[in-house]
Structure formats: C-alpha cells, structure tokens
C-alpha cells in the first residue's frame, strides 16, 4: 500500500498479504451484486468503487485469515495497522466519532493513540490543533483526504486523514513528527528578517558616504576615486564581518584590512597593539570607514605620504567589571610637519560626529606638527559584541 502525506494516501495496487486484511484499488467486478463481491463469503467487505471516491477500501481474505472483518472486527482494526508497525510515522485508526481504535507504537509514544477508546481529537493542542483536527476528520467523513498541522505538545506535526471505507466507516490518521523542519523554518525567518535589517543598514551607510564625498570633491574624477576607495573599505568590514557569520567582527581584523590596504606593501610602517576585541556588526563598519579615512589622509598628507613615517595604532579595556570602556589610538610620526584642515571634511566630520553618535563616548581628532592623532573613548558594551572582550 502506498501512503504518503502530500494530500493524503495514494490507492494502493491489490495486494495479497498474508495478514488479516487487503487494501485493493480496482473493484474487478462491475456490480455489487453478492457474486461480484465475493460469492457467499462472509468476511467480504463490499463496498461500490463510485461510494467513497478518493479512499482506501479494505476487504477481508476469505479462508486465510484468522480474523476477518464479519468474524471479529477489532481484529479487523488492528490488522490494517499491521503495515505500519514500524513506520517512523504516528498512525491511528479511528471511528466515525473519532475514538483512537488501534495505533501503532510511535502514534502511541507520541500521545495520539493511546487506544481505550480514547478521542483521538483530545491528543491535540487547544484550540488550534484541536479545531484543525476537527475540520479534518468532518472532511474525511465526507469522503475527502484532509490534511492539516498542529501540535500536539512540544513536537508539531503534518498530519492527513483518510476514509477507510466500510461498512463500518474508519479512518486512518497518519501524522509525520515536522518539529525539526518547523524550527527551521523559523529560523530561516529569522535570518531573513536580519538580512533585510542588515541590508537596510548597509545601503543608508553607503546613500550618506557617497552624500558627503560628492558635496566635499573638488572635481567628478576625484569624487569618483573617493567614493571607489571608500566602498572598497566597506567591502573589506564586510569580509571580515563574513567570517563571524555577520554577527561580529574582530578588531584586530579590521585594523589589519586598513593597512593592507594602504600600507603600500610595507605592513612594517604600523605597530598595532591591543587585546583581543570582537565588535558588533554596526561598530565594525563605522569602524572600519574611520581606518579607511585616517589611512587615506595619512597617505596624501601625513606619515604615510613619505618613505620614513609610521602610524602606531592601540586600544585597551579600561574599568571595573560591567562598566568597561574602549580607549582606542591613532598616532602618527616620521611624517611631513601637518597643521589643521581648513574645512572639516568626511573624514574629520566621521571621526568627530558619527562616532559619537553611535558609541556614545567621545573622539578627538588633533594636529600636532609631529602627526596627527586621534583619541577615541567609548562604552565597551557599545561597541563590542555579546563576549566580546578578553
């Protein structure tokens, strides 16, 4: 017999067991008349092809069974299941009521079969999976395979019930354990919903970079090389974000893709010092446009414009236990002497404003004539990610 649980059981090929009953798909004789059903025997079940459209039909072996459906019908019950005792699968048999009239050991170990005549409807969560239960067993006792989902404490499942057609009318319900594939689901959802926020997040940081490069560019041709070298950063926080499944970022990570990519093949022109430090996912992007913007004013106007000048870069944790603080430094030397801008740009205004906004500490930027340095402090819990610091 072939069952299955994407709209309800396939009718099976005649079958010839030796149990005590056969599910068979094509009634062989054209009428119901006593010769077509099987002559004089009494444990034949007769029913018309046309009276149950779409269910299974069960009829009795005559003289080979030890109970056959006219002699002993919980016999009869019982030997329908016989099939599926070992199917991974839950699966009753229930009257037109819907009391659990036999039940294999995984329907039973599932709490929806115990049998005792018990409601097979009581086995399902209220009030959802019992009115779902509801719904499908009046649809099966108009002849119809239903198919529903529903819990049934903390497992969930896909359940289907079929006519069995008689007399008397039974139905077999069959319920698939989907707890698994439902918790996946949701997760997937999850997932979902967090691409899309991260998405969101990304394209705003990407709409106010490209803002402010064209407002600030002297010319197209440099507005374009600023804004290439700037998506180029971002795409470089987002790798490293890759790597911590987009949930977190290493610090040292991100310092060590900013000089990458304007250490000019020298990585000894940088000391980078500090402990290990994981970010969240909005602080190491923020982060890592601020390397980018002080790499690149490092190259066209500070240590990094000569062949001499290097950048110390540090951070630590500071403070008592739960109220922890980033202190985080850029310091360069070696370079030609420097003196303020004479407008703020994206860079100063990234420094200066953004990463106040988003940690809600304070960051400096100065102009000394050895190089410049900027000084950032900010709430360790708003800038690394859950277990972040070491």
Request: net charge negative.
């Amino acid at each position: 017999m072939r069952t299955g649980l994407d709209g309800g059981f396939a009718l099976a090929d005649t079958e010839r067991p030796y149990g005590d009953a056969a599910f068979v798909t094509d009634i062989e004789h054209s009428s119901g008349s006593e010769a077509d059903c099987g002559g004089s025997d009494a444990n034949a079940v007769c029913t018309p092809p046309d009276a149950w459209p779409g269910c299974v039909v069960a009829s009795g072996l005559a003289g080979t069974v030890p109970h056959g459906f006219g002699a002993d019908p919980r016999g009869a019950d019982e030997a329908i299941l016989l099939p599926f005792g070992a199917s991974p699968d839950g699966v009753a048999l229930l009257d037109d009521s819907g009391l659990v009239l036999a039940a294999n050991p995984r329907a039973i170990g599932s709490g929806m079969g115990t049998g005792g005549r018990a409601s097979w409807l009581d086995g399902w969560d209220p009030p959802e999976g019992r009115a779902a239960a509801q719904a499908a067993l009046a649809g099966a006792r108009a002849g119809h395979p239903a198919r529903f989902r529903a819990a049934a404490g903390p497992a969930c499942w896909d359940v289907t019930v079929t006519p069995v057609a008689g007399p008397p009318m039974r139905f077999l319900a069959v319920a698939r354990d989907v707890t698994e594939q439902r918790q996946a689901e949701a997760r997937q959802g999850v997932l979902l919903m967090e691409m899309e926020h991260r998405l969101k997040n990304t394209l705003a940081i990407v709409q106010a970079i490209a803002t402010q490069t064209l407002r600030n560019a002297p010319s197209l041709p440099a507005a374009a090389e600023s804004l290439g070298a700037r998506m180029l950063a971002l795409a470089q926080a987002h790798d490293v974000l890759m790597q911590g499944a987009w949930a977190s970022a290493s610090l040292r990570g991100l310092v060590e893709g900013a000089v990458r990519l304007h250490g000019d093949g020298m990585p000894e022109r940088f000391r980078i010092v500090g402990p290990e430090v994981t970010v969240g996912p909005r602080p190491a992007l923020t982060l890592a446009l601020m390397l980018h913007e002080l790499g690149t004013n490092a190259g066209k106007y500070g240590a990094l414009s000569n062949e001499t000048g290097q950048v110390a870069i540090g951070w630590r944790i500071a403070g008592r236990a739960g109220a922890e603080w980033l202190w985080f430094h850029w310091a360069e030397r070696g370079g030609p002497p420097v003196a303020p801008p004479s407008r703020s740009g994206f860079g100063s205004r990234l420094i200066e404003r953004s990463l106040v906004h988003s940690f809600g500490g304070s960051a400096r930027l100065r102009y000394p004539r050895s190089g410049a340095v900027m000084a950032l402090v900010a709430p360790l819990s708003a800038v690394a990610a859950e277990g972040g610091a070491a």
